[in-house]
Every structure is written in C-alpha cells, then in structure tokens.
C-alpha cells in the first residue's frame, strides 16, 4: 500500500501527513489550514465525536509526535494493525499462542497484511510474509496517532479486555474502524465508562465499530455497558486443535458391556485433599442412584492403595483394575491408576470431575479439553492452574459445570446422572473444542469486509 510509512523507499510523502515546518518569523500564513505549523487539523464537527476531539486537544500530551521507522509487511492487500492487550497470556518463550497463530494464518488468508503489537512482552518474534511485529504505542494520544499516521491501517483489531485509550481516541479521529475480538467481558469490566475519557457514562465499548465475543456471558456484559446489539456477534472462542487421546476400542467395547444398566461417572487426577469430598459426592450419588459406579484415578498412582483403602474404610466397595478385580454389580469404585487410559475413560463416562481443580495442588491439573473433545461432561473446581484460559472457554459457554466445595461437587455429580443434562454440557463442550479454525474464519472474514468496504 502507498504512503504506510518511512520503511516505503523512494515514495513521496503523503501531504496529508506530512506538512512544511512554519516560517522563520513565526507568521501563520491563512491560506494553510494548519497556519503552518506542520501539525494534522483533522475537522471538529458537532455531536459527540466532534466534542471528543476538541476535549482531546488540550488533554493530549504530544499533538504531533515524529512519524517512527517501522517494519511493516510489503505486499498487498490492506493493512491490519492487531493490538494484543496486556491481559493476553504470552507462551513461556515470549510466542503467541496458538490461537493467535490460527487467527493470522486466517487473516492473511483474506488477503490482509498484519503489523501485530501487544502491550506487554515487547513486539513478537514473527518471521512470516505479510505479517510483521511493531512497537506498542497506546500510551498517549499521540504516539497513537504517529503510528497510524505510519501504518495508514485499513481497520484495528483490538484482542484483551485491556483497551487503550489513546489507539481508540486516535482511530476514531480518522474514522478507522475498530473492532473488539476473542475478549470475555463480564460485569466487573463495567468501569470502562467514558467516564474515564472525560465523557461521561457512555461504554468507550459503545464506541467501537463491531465486537466479535466469544460467548453470551460477554454479549450481555457488553449490552449492559451501552453497546447496541447490532454491533455484537457471538462467534464462539478460538480454541487450539488438539489429537484426542486414544484408546483400545475392544477394551471400550468390554467394559462398556460390563457397565450396562449403570450410571457411570469420572474423577480423574484427584489428590489428597480431594479425596473426602470425593467419596461424600459418591456416597450422595449413590442415594440417588444405588447401581452407580464411579471411576476413580488418584493424581498419583502411588496413592492408589491408600485411597482404596479410605474409600472402603467409609463402606464404598471398591475394585482395582492395576490388580485385575472386576467391576462386579456390587462394587461402587472402579479405582485405576494408569494415566494413558485416560481416553478410555473419558469415552466411557458421560461427567468427569477434574481433579486438583477443588482444593488443589494444580501441579498435576489435566487440560479440560481432554474430557471436553470425548464427550465427558466436565466438573471443576475453582482453581484453575495452568488452565484458566480453557475453562474460561468452557464456562462461558455453558461447556462444563464449576463448583465452589465439596458441597457443590456433590450436587453437580447427582444433576449429571441426569442424561440430558450431560449431554448438553457435552455438546457445548463439542462445539467449543471444535470450533476453533470457524471462529478464526469468521473473524477474519469480518475485518476483511470492514478493511475493504464490502459489507454485503
């Protein structure tokens, strides 16, 4: 594209941009818009975004910051600025994660080129055609507007509920569309009013050209902080593709006709601290139920004896498989301990509490997506681990079921018994795991048709 910047050799500059520095006597001449001074006048116009830019003026600490040297994609096709807020986790070697990565792949697939910042770990290492890493430069007003004076971007796609004040202010001055994506937004994000602009209650939300949320949590947050449903889409999340885990189908196939007749559900990874309310939840389970069975497998297969021998110390019966006891129809605990069955399990089961999630440590947390992509309705507890973001994804869509104690633990396992219950959890949980090269689709799509215009 034409004029992005200083990176683009032996092209003029754009006089838009680029105005004569104020003659030597300090005269304005009247016949330039500026008086001379080199500095952009954009229009004030009437109504509250002509207010805003003449409430800006005096509040800004550099009306016109030097155009900076940035490196900027080369090819064709419009120019997106993708701004990753502080709030988006980084991978440990300072990466994108991999949902990021499907989004570009999906971007530059409409035709778009990308200058990707992020508000905390400094620019990414990206080596890929069309797409390229640039400084943040949200901190002021005017920062903002030299970077976009550089870039001259097409549209900005905002990902994190950090939104940056100046970029906003800047973008909206030029009229650049501006569009929030795979953000969750909840009640206690509602201080970002424009009463922290100066004005007024107004969401700066509002204020956006269109916002692309991950589920209805965030739709109806956004609702409540003044956006009109006109300019919202639940697209869903972008999730990482991930293998199922395998397993023996002639294994499945047995023990899903040894179980015949009975309602089954999952705890996996359970540690110590876990391990009463665990049986409580079952004992509760069996009130309802007489013919359940649950499987168990301890965080640690070395606990396994002595989690067996707490278990029938409360008077649940309770089989082994590492010491080949059937699941005969008076045992109530199938008790394993081998990790790699795990897919086998998920299968069988239609809930799954996800141990160390309740009362911790998370050192052993599973990733939720394991149950959730096999069907295995999931149970978890408050402490998220090294999961937050995943079960975020699965909670705002209604994709697993969070209790807070044992308490609840053991109301969630007997409204699971329920078959219909479960299998809506499941499905959610499905679509979700699922979905993630759609969404990144959809996405994409949506900023290609603002960059270009076409909104048909």
Known sequence: MEGRGTTHRGQRPDPLF??????PDGRRPRDKPDGGTGHLIVAQGHGLRGWMQRWRE??????????????????????????IGGDVASLPDGGLPPTLIQLLMQLRRRGLQIAVSRAAGGPPDLATRGISAVPDAAL??????????????????????????????????RDIPIVLAETRLSASERGWGL????LGRRSVLSQLTLLLLPDAASRDAAID?????????????????????????????????????????????????????????????LRYSHRAILIALPDDPRRADAMASRMSDAGLI??????????????????????????????????????????????TARDPFEAASLGSAAI?????????????????AGAAR??????????????????????????????VSTGGAGVANRIAHAIRDLATGDTA
């Open 195 to 198: 009463a922290s602009l100066g």
């Open 318 to 363: 309770v089989a082994q498989r590492s010491l080949d006891e059937d699941p005969t129809d008076e045992v109530n605990v199938y008790l394993a301990d081998d990790l790699f069955e795990l897919g086998l399990w998920y299968r069988l089961a239609a809930s799954c509490f996800m141990g160390s999630t309740l009362a911790g440590p998370t050192t």
């Open 225 to 285: 902080m003044g956006v009109s449903e006109s300019r919202i889409e639940v697209t869903g999340p972008i999730t990482q593709t991930r293998e199922p885990l395998k397993h023996l189908e002639a294994e499945r196939e047995s023990l899903a006709e040894a179980f015949t007749g009975r309602q089954l559900w999952l705890a996996i990874n359970v540690t110590e601290p876990e391990e009463q309310a665990l049986i409580d939840a079952h004992m509760t389970v």
């Open 380 to 396: 978890h507890g408050p402490q998220d681990g090294p999961f937050s973001a995943e079960w975020a994804q699965l909670d705002g």
């Open 140 to 173: 002021s007003v005017g920062q903002a507007d030299a970077h976009i004076s550089a870039m001259r971007p097409a549209a900005i796609l905002l990902i994190g509920a950090d939104l940056p004040r100046p970029l906003i202010e800047a973008a909206l001055a």
């Open 18 to 23: 680029h105005r004569p520095s104020a003659p």
């Open 402 to 431: 969070r209790v807070e104690d044992g308490s609840g633990l053991a109301q969630a396992a007997v409204a699971l018994l329920a078959a219909d219950q479960a299998a809506q959890i499941a499905a959610n949980a499905w679509a």
């Open 58 to 83: 005096p509040h800004s600490a550099s009306a016109a910051a030097p155009l900076p040297e940035l490196a900027l994609p080369t090819g064709d096709g419009p120019l997106i600025w993708l701004r």
